[in-house]
């Protein structure tokens, strides 16, 4: 049974970091698509950042305009956990962050909800002004 737990979330004031991980089970995700979804109050589940399976070369990361330059992924495909390193937090990050992986084998990255199968229960972030 394949299970994504996330985990780090918290209250924190502008200007903080956080890291979120994200503990996959069930299967190896090392080869498989990864990302972070987050969803404030009354909007979408949004693209936050995404990670390609692990290859030959390069890994393969995609991160939303608000978000770049200050969060990064990665994964650690011996524990098979991904995580979500955020820094200089603002009031508008505050949302649930929920991890994502894909079924199949790739080092592409797939912004869309609906590109991916198995998914977390969520991490609550808030941000303070």
């Known amino acids: 049974q394949v299970q994504l737990v996330e985990s780090g979330g918290g209250l924190v004031q502008a200007g903080d970091s956080l890291r979120l991980s994200c503990v996959a089970s069930?299967?190896?995700?090392?080869?498989?698509?990864m990302g972070w979804f987050r969803q404030a109050p009354g909007e979408d589940r949004d693209i936050v950042a995404t990670i390609g399976g692990s290859g030959s070369g390069s890994t393969i990361t995609y991160y939303a305009i608000s978000v770049k330059d200050r969060f990064t992924i990665s994964r650690d495909n011996v524990k098979n956990t991904l995580y979500l390193q955020m820094t200089s937090l603002k009031p508008e990050d505050t949302a649930v962050y929920y991890c994502?992986?894909?079924?199949?084998?790739?080092?592409?990255?797939?912004?869309?909800?609906?590109?991916?199968?198995?998914w977390g229960q969520g991490t609550q972030v808030t941000v303070s002004s």
């Open positions: 069930g299967r190896s995700f090392s080869r498989s698509p």
């Open positions: 994502a992986a894909r079924r199949d084998d790739s080092t592409y990255y797939y912004v869309n909800e609906y590109d991916y199968t198995y």
